[in-house]
Nanobody
Framework: QVQLQESGPGLVKPSQTLSLTCTVS??????????WSWIRQPPGKGLEWIAY???????YYSPSLKSRTSISRDTSNNQFSLQLSSVTPEDTAVYYC??????????????????????WGQGTQVTVSS
C-alpha cells in the first residue's frame, strides 16, 4: 500500500517561499505511469491542482501558478517537493500530495479530476501571515 506524507512549515511570511516535501513509502516515485501531484484547498474553497512530476521526471504546472511554482524530486529518498514563491495570504490552504496512475501523459484536465487519484497524503495546513 502506497502512503504519502507531507512535511514542511505550517506558517510562512508573505513574500517568502513555501517549501513542502512529500515522502512516499510502499512504492517508488519512478514506478511507470505514476504521476505525483501537489493539490491545495484554500479555506471555504474547492481543491486546486498545482503541479505534477511524472515517473520520468517530467513536470507540468497549472498555468495560474506556473510563474511561482517549482516541483522537483529526490529519487534516492523517494520524495518529491513543492516550492511556491512570493506567497500571499491567498496561498493559505491545506496542501496535499497525491498520486495517480495514468497510461498516457495526462492533460491538466486529467489531473484536475481529483476523484481519480489513487493515493493521497493526509494534508498539511500552511498559513501565510506576518
Amino acid at each position: 500500500q502506497v502512503q504519502l506524507q507531507e512535511s514542511g512549515p505550517g506558517l510562512v511570511k508573505p513574500s517568502q517561499t513555501l517549501s513542502l516535501t512529500c515522502t512516499v513509502s510502499g512504492g517508488s516515485i519512478t514506478t511507470t505511469y505514476y504521476y505525483w501531484s501537489w493539490i491545495r484547498q484554500p479555506p471555504g474553497k474547492g481543491l486546486e491542482w498545482i503541479a505534477y512530476i511524472a515517473y520520468t521526471g517530467n513536470t507540468y504546472y497549472s498555468p495560474s501558478l506556473k510563474s511561482r511554482t517549482s516541483i522537483s524530486r529526490d529519487t534516492s529518498n523517494n520524495q518529491f517537493s513543492l516550492q511556491l514563491s512570493s506567497v500571499t495570504p491567498e496561498d493559505t490552504a491545506v496542501y496535499y500530495c497525491a498520486a495517480r496512475f495514468v497510461l498516457q501523459p495526462p492533460t491538466m484536465k486529467t489531473m484536475k479530476d481529483h476523484h481519480a487519484y489513487n493515493y493521497w497524503g493526509q494534508g498539511t495546513q500552511v498559513t501565510v501571515s506576518s
